[in-house]
């Protein structure tokens, strides 16, 4: 069996499953953000007309984090944070991050560096990116706020088919200025934005064995980027270390391994060492051209930040690369750290005043530009270049503006020129 | 007989069929109102109700790939818009059937706008071209909640059976 297989197998309670069977997994953890609030309408409704009272089904496994639009851009979302507040209160829910300097953040970094995540759990979350959460060795992926108020209730997530799997194997080294996010989005161009529709992407290869979790969340962040259902790294000895030493795990870790004959539906070979530099360009995540195509472009905004890109090591080489230098006139440069964890991680560190006194504005961590609800957002014509994990047509808040995917080096580099920079030619 | 009132192309995400910016808004009510906010032909004969319930939007592969946002589901089944694409994309198709929103994956599907289809179990004609296209039926493993009458009243009737 694939690793997805096998977590399928023991959470539905089977000896064995297979691509195409159709289980009912148990959930070991579930995630929502501000979209909560919509799956509290669905989950009382699932009650209206029952003598049952409203309860989850263990609270200790839900997860709630504000993120999306914090603080709340208007008092339509802040009374659903409220809502969600005074139900999350009332339904004893374990792992509420609200707003705060201190535990808050992007859900997607909350969860792993909080230990809420393990090896060979069914992670399920109302948010697209919850892939990510493969990086720890877990089959988690995205569903609607419906499905999710039916995770509630019962505690599975019903009628789910288990997934083929594509295992993706991959060598070489890097080179400088170049690593997770330039194989993504490498990998995503070659197999287009439907090639893993419906199927699991599982990472092997001594690339992957070397890479740090961060760089695995990278990966898996973005399978969805090529329609996957999931992505999966085999946990191993990086895991279990990011577990006990960042997230301050204590108890068993039960990494779920693949079995040598387990049937992959294809196989995908890339050899990264002399990977450049990779852009996704407007207006889809597979339109990715190596650096050299589109260097020279003019870009008005630079974020970066997000699930994707907004951990310590993507601000340690965004630092290492915008110390004393000045982010150019006419370009304005947009940090936000993943959580709050991280963003005193990098105050502690001086990477802050690095950045701000290149003339980059740092702001608190959440979602921000990335979606382009409450800040951040493009004006008509201009162009930002983004480590986010999605380009489509009006993702930065405006239709009539484009925005360009990177690397963190290769957004600081451009920062310093205002076009599209190779940082390994500057 | 159900017309073609809007064809969009390959890869149409959540962030086009309802965009970002209006996330703050969830209730199905009120969603309609943007859907397919930046397409202001369309969305202004939407707004107007000038597209008769179970019109035909057209999308090609991969229909609302992106984001899991409900409201990209909600927002086409208020006006009761029947979905004809050549695929959709997972969460989508998932988010569909469970608010039973009618979507018919129909791989080889080829019509302008305004053409008449006529759809059946599992072919459907285009009575304009006068070519007939095999429709592919949902997965088995989503008919119990489709014949349930959605995701919400399946769980009900699973929560009862539980307590019982
Ligand atoms: S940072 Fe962007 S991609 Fe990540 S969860 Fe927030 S909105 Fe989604």
């Given at each position: 069996?694939?690793?997805?297989?096998?977590?399928?197998?023991?959470a539905s309670?089977l000896p064995?499953?297979?691509?195409g069977?159709?289980?009912?997994?148990?959930?070991?953890?579930?995630m929502s953000h501000?979209n909560?609030a919509?799956?509290?309408?669905?989950?009382?409704?699932?009650y209206?007309?029952?003598?049952l009272?409203p309860?989850?089904?263990d609270?200790?496994?839900?997860?709630?984090?504000?993120?999306h639009?914090?603080?709340?851009?208007?008092?339509k979302?802040?009374?659903?944070?409220?809502?969600?507040?005074?139900?999350v209160?009332?339904?004893?829910?374990g792992?509420?991050?609200d707003?705060?300097g201190?535990?808050?953040?992007?859900?997607?970094?909350i969860l792993?560096?909080?230990?809420y995540?393990r090896?060979?759990?069914v992670?399920?979350g109302t948010?697209?990116?919850?892939?990510?959460?493969?990086?720890?060795?877990?089959?988690?992926f995205?569903?609607?706020?419906t499905?999710?108020?039916?995770?509630w209730?019962l505690?599975?997530?019903?009628n789910?088919?288990?997934p083929?799997t594509i295992?993706?194997v991959v060598?070489g080294?890097?080179?400088?200025?170049?690593?997770?996010?330039?194989?993504i989005?490498?990998?995503?161009?070659?197999?287009?934005?439907?090639?893993a529709?419906?199927?699991?992407?599982e990472?092997?290869?001594e690339?992957?064995?070397?890479?740090?979790t961060?760089?695995?969340?990278v990966?898996?962040?973005?399978s969805?980027?090529?329609?996957?259902?999931?992505?999966?790294?085999p946990?191993?000895?990086?895991?279990?270390r990011?577990?006990r030493?960042?997230a301050g795990?204590?108890?068993?870790?039960e990494?779920?391994?693949p079995?040598?004959?387990?049937?992959?539906?294809?196989?995908?070979?890339?050899?990264?060492?002399?990977?450049?530099?990779?852009?996704?360009?407007?207006?889809?995540?597979?339109n990715?051209?190596?650096?050299d195509?589109?260097?020279g472009k003019r870009v008005?905004?630079?974020?970066i930040?997000s699930?994707t890109n907004?951990r310590?090591?993507?601000l340690a080489?965004?630092?290492?690369?915008l110390k004393?230098?000045?982010?150019?006139?006419?370009?304005r440069?947009?940090?936000?750290?993943a959580?709050?964890k991280?963003?005193?991680q990098?105050?502690?560190?001086?990477?802050?005043?690095?950045?701000?006194?290149?003339?980059?504005?740092?702001?608190?961590?959440?979602c921000?530009?990335?979606?382009?609800i409450?800040?951040?957002?493009?004006?008509?014509?201009?162009?930002?270049?983004?480590?986010?994990?999605?380009n489509?047509?009006?993702?930065?808040?405006n239709?009539n503006s484009?925005?360009y995917?990177c690397s963190p080096?290769?957004?600081?580099?451009?920062?310093?020129t205002?076009?599209?920079t190779n940082?390994?030619?500057? | 007989m159900?017309?073609?009132?809007?064809?969009?192309?390959?890869d149409?995400?959540t962030?086009?069929?309802?965009p970002?910016?209006y996330?703050?808004?969830?209730l199905p009510t009120e969603?309609p109102?943007?859907?397919f906010?930046?397409e202001a032909?369309?969305?202004?004969?939407?707004?107007?109700k000038?597209i008769?319930?179970?019109s035909?939007?057209?999308g090609?592969k991969?229909?609302?790939?992106?984001?899991?946002?409900?409201?990209a589901?909600?927002?086409?089944?208020?006006?009761?818009?029947i979905?004809?694409?050549?695929?959709?994309?997972?969460?989508?198709?998932?988010?569909?059937?469970n608010?039973?929103l009618r979507?018919?994956v129909?791989?080889?599907?080829?019509?302008?706008e305004?053409?008449e289809?006529?759809?059946?179990?599992?072919?459907?004609?285009?009575?304009?071209?006068?070519?007939q296209f095999?429709?592919?039926?949902?997965?088995?493993?989503?008919?119990?909640?489709?014949?349930a009458?959605g995701?919400?009243?399946?769980?009900?009737?699973?929560?009862?059976?539980?307590?019982?």
């Amino acid at each position: 069996m694939t690793i997805v297989e096998k977590i399928l197998a023991r959470a539905s309670g089977l000896p064995s499953v297979k691509a195409g069977d159709v289980v009912e997994p148990k959930v070991d953890l579930a995630m929502s953000h501000e979209n909560a609030a919509l799956v509290i309408n669905q989950f009382l409704e699932i009650y209206q007309g029952t003598p049952l009272p409203p309860k989850i089904w263990d609270p200790s496994r839900v997860a709630v984090i504000f993120d999306h639009r914090v603080p709340a851009e208007s008092s339509k979302t802040a009374s659903n944070q409220k809502k969600v507040r005074d139900f999350v209160g009332v339904q004893g829910v374990g792992k509420f991050h609200d707003i705060r300097g201190d535990v808050g953040g992007i859900c997607h970094q909350i969860l792993p560096e909080n230990g809420y995540v393990r090896p060979g759990y069914v992670v399920v979350g109302t948010d697209s990116h919850t892939t990510s959460h493969g990086a720890l060795g877990a089959f988690a992926f995205g569903i609607g706020a419906t499905e999710m108020a039916t995770v509630w209730a019962l505690g599975s997530v019903l009628n789910v088919e288990v997934p083929t799997t594509i295992k993706v194997v991959v060598k070489g080294r890097f080179k400088k200025f170049v690593g997770p996010k330039d194989l993504i989005l490498h990998l995503i161009g070659k197999i287009s934005a439907q090639g893993a529709n419906f199927k699991v992407l599982e990472f092997h290869g001594e690339t992957i064995s070397k890479m740090s979790t961060s760089g695995r969340l990278v990966l898996c962040n973005m399978s969805v980027e090529a329609g996957a259902t999931a992505g999966i790294v085999p946990a191993d000895e990086e895991t279990a270390r990011y577990l006990r030493e960042e997230a301050g795990v204590t108890g068993p870790i039960e990494p779920v391994l693949p079995d040598a004959d387990a049937a992959y539906e294809s196989v995908i070979e890339i050899n990264v060492s002399k990977l450049q530099p990779q852009i996704a360009c407007p207006h889809t995540v597979d339109n990715v051209k190596p650096i050299d195509q589109v260097a020279g472009k003019r870009v008005n905004q630079i974020v970066i930040g997000s699930c994707t890109n907004g951990r310590l090591d993507d601000l340690a080489i965004a630092a290492k690369i915008l110390k004393g230098q000045k982010v150019a006139q006419g370009t304005r440069m947009l940090i936000f750290p993943a959580s709050a964890k991280i963003f005193r991680q990098a105050l502690g560190k001086g990477y802050v005043g690095v950045f701000m006194q290149a003339g980059a504005v740092v702001m608190n961590s959440g979602c921000g530009p990335c979606l382009g609800i409450h800040e951040g957002a493009l004006g008509d014509g201009e162009a930002a270049l983004s480590t986010t994990n999605r380009n489509f047509k009006g993702r930065m808040g405006n239709p009539n503006s484009e925005v360009y995917l990177c690397s963190p080096a290769v957004a600081a580099a451009s920062a310093i020129t205002g076009v599209i920079t190779n940082p390994r030619k500057k | 007989m159900p017309t073609v009132v809007f064809k969009v192309g390959d890869d149409v995400s959540t962030d086009v069929i309802y965009p970002g910016r209006y996330m703050a808004t969830v209730l199905p009510t009120e969603t309609p109102q943007f859907a397919f906010a930046d397409e202001a032909a369309f969305n202004a004969k939407l707004k107007a109700k000038q597209i008769p319930p179970g019109s035909i939007l057209l999308g090609g592969k991969n229909f609302g790939c992106g984001s899991s946002r409900e409201q990209a589901v909600s927002c086409l089944k208020g006006p009761e818009l029947i979905i004809v694409a050549r695929d959709f994309a997972r969460i989508f198709l998932q988010n569909g059937i469970n608010l039973g929103l009618r979507m018919i994956v129909c791989p080889d599907i080829e019509a302008a706008e305004g053409d008449e289809l006529e759809l059946s179990v599992d072919a459907l004609v285009n009575k304009t071209s006068g070519r007939q296209f095999k429709i592919e039926p949902m997965p088995r493993s989503r008919q119990v909640i489709i014949d349930a009458g959605g995701l919400i009243a399946y769980t009900r009737t699973r929560l009862q059976q539980a307590v019982v």
